[in-house]
């Protein structure tokens, strides 16, 4: 049995914009969090891709990861992930076999079958391309072969790519990506920070689908958590309204701008959507050291996840380090 203190802790960012200062401060207030993350221990930084959204600004994946791993000299790098149907999988062979060239053994490769935005977004990203979700396992397949050594009869390669063999991961918020990560032999991760009802339905369909492969012997699952920790139970409920405006807002079509926390929610929102925020939200640990160690000790008991990665949108920088903080302190027990 998997206890909290053997499980792998990383860091999803989605790089939050704030009205007042813009995406050039996010940006860089994310290598400032990826350096503390690496100091407190974290395994992994993953940021992810999604387009048309004012509140997040992480669209160019690749390019800020190489910020990133430039700025950092351990933690892995990652996309949490690359959409891939809003891409040709020889271009996302070569953006991350030159990630890999330059930060040998730290980049990750993480791979979603939705578009990250909507449909007229997806449009004006793909032009030519189709980029339907149904050719998502032909085109990990390709993808696959491009990152991997060269064969004879190869026409096209990846320059650089070829032969990097980058770690892929299938990540999915329903059961499709878990059942072809098994049958891939892929490490999977499940996106459990905002579509909780599914996972325990997805962790088994993917060991029960999981075929031993060269990147694999036995299935890895990673597991999506929203994550507000504080020095004490009632400031992390406090500091948790700014998230739940921000998903308020998602479910309204409004800004993902983010808004400041407030004392209380109540006028802000409808009981229907009140529910739907904590049904969006179902898996978020929010509280003080103890709240989140008695929540993440369930999760585990429960999951038996090889590790867990958190997201963590507060509105002011320095209350989303000291939220990382306090979860690397309760990690290592």
Sequence with gaps: MTVLTDTKYSVLDLVPVRADHGPARSLHNALDLARHAETWGYNRFWVAEHHNMDGIASSATSVLLGYLAGGTSSIRM???GVMLPNHAPLVIAEQFGTLESLYPGRIDLGLGRAPGSDQMTARALRRERSGSADDFPDDVRELMAYLGPRTPD?????????????????LGSSLFSAQLAGMYGL???FA?????RYMHE????YRAHFKPSEVLDKPYVMLGVPLVAADSDEHADYLATSVYRRILNLMRGQTLVQQPPVKSMEGLWLPHEK??????LGLAVVGGPAKVRAKLE??????????LIFTCDLYEHADRLRSYELLAQVMKG
């Design 78 to 80: 990652g996309s949490g």
């Design 154 to 170: 190869q026409k096209v390669i990846a320059v650089p790519g070829s032969g990097t063999n980058v770690p892929i991961w299938l």
């Design 187 to 189: 490490p999977y991760a």
């Design 192 to 196: 459990s920070h905002f579509a909780p």
């Design 202 to 205: 997805a962790i088994r369909v």
């Design 275 to 280: 529910a739907a925020v904590g049904d969006f």
């Design 298 to 307: 369930v999760l585990q008991e429960q999951t038996q996840a090889d590790e």
